[in-house]
T-cell receptor, first 114, second 113 residues
Framework: EPEVTQTPSHQVTQMGQEVILRCVPI?????FYWYRQILGQKVEFLVS????????KSEIFDDQFSVERPDGSNFTLKIRSTKLEDSAMYFC????????????FGPGTRLLVL | SQQGEEDPQALSIQEGENATMNCSYK?????LQWYRQNSGRGLVHLIL?????REKHSGRLRVTLDTSKKSSSLLITASRAADTASYFC?????????????FGKGTKLTVNP
């Protein structure tokens, strides 16, 4: 069964450093998402992406964040200058369409900012 | 704001018993989805129920949706130790609304062998 994959599974970085989190969505899906979950808290929406552009973003997704689909398979989340509070589990998700479509999540990247 | 909120926050049962978790939300939806998360791991999709559906089954899972009460329940029958996990409901933004999912805090289920 196709699944969303994410790399790396864990990343440790120093405050102020740039990180790129990578995702390979399910191949015939058109909508892509990033969510994050700070330890012990709810899963929070960051951004959705369709047709090579951001379709929606949350207030968390400020200028430090960017997303890109550099080729036909990868979907990346970049954090330009990490802060301590960026430490979280980051989940990529994809869906075939919007509306009544299931969003399938990847296994997550656990980011620790020191 | 739209929000899925589960109750109870924690549930501990014996293997073989049924587990029922509830979710409430505030605004109109297209669908409601239930996910499972093993400790520190990814989100596994369990079931999606559309706003025009009242009940849905998948194996040992039964989900109900009452749009008039803005609530849903997830029933796991004949629970197993392997069902131990956190369970989340997630709602979207309704017809013409946002496709982002809004998650509740989850119910932490422990199934004791």
């Amino acid at each position: 069964e196709p699944e969303v994959t994410q790399t790396p599974s864990h990343q440790v970085t120093q405050m102020g450093q740039e990180v790129i989190l990578r995702c390979v969505p399910i191949s015939n899906h058109l909508y892509f998402y990033w969510y994050r979950q700070i330890l012990g808290q709810k899963v929070e929406f960051l951004v959705s992406f369709y047709n090579n552009e951001i379709s929606e973003k949350s207030e968390i997704f400020d200028d430090q964040f960017s997303v890109e689909r550099p080729d036909g398979s990868n979907f990346t989340l970049k954090i330009r200058s990490t802060k301590l509070e960026d430490s979280a589990m980051y989940f990529c998700a994809s869906s075939r369409g919007r509306g009544q479509e299931t969003q399938y999540f990847g296994p997550g990247t656990r980011l620790l900012v020191l | 704001s739209q929000q899925g909120e589960e109750d109870p926050q924690a549930l501990s049962i014996q293997e073989g018993e049924n587990a029922t978790m509830n979710c409430s939300y505030k605004t109109s939806i297209n669908n409601l989805q239930w996910y499972r998360q093993n400790s520190g791991r990814g989100l596994v999709h369990l079931i999606l129920i559309r706003s025009n559906e009242r009940e849905k089954h998948s194996g040992r899972l039964r989900v109900t949706l009452d749009t008039s009460k803005k609530s849903s329940s997830l029933l796991i029958t004949a629970s197993r130790a392997a069902d131990t996990a956190s369970y989340f409901c997630a709602t979207d933004g309704g017809i013409g609304g946002s496709e982002k999912l809004v998650f509740g805090k989850g119910t932490k289920l422990t199934v004791n062998p």
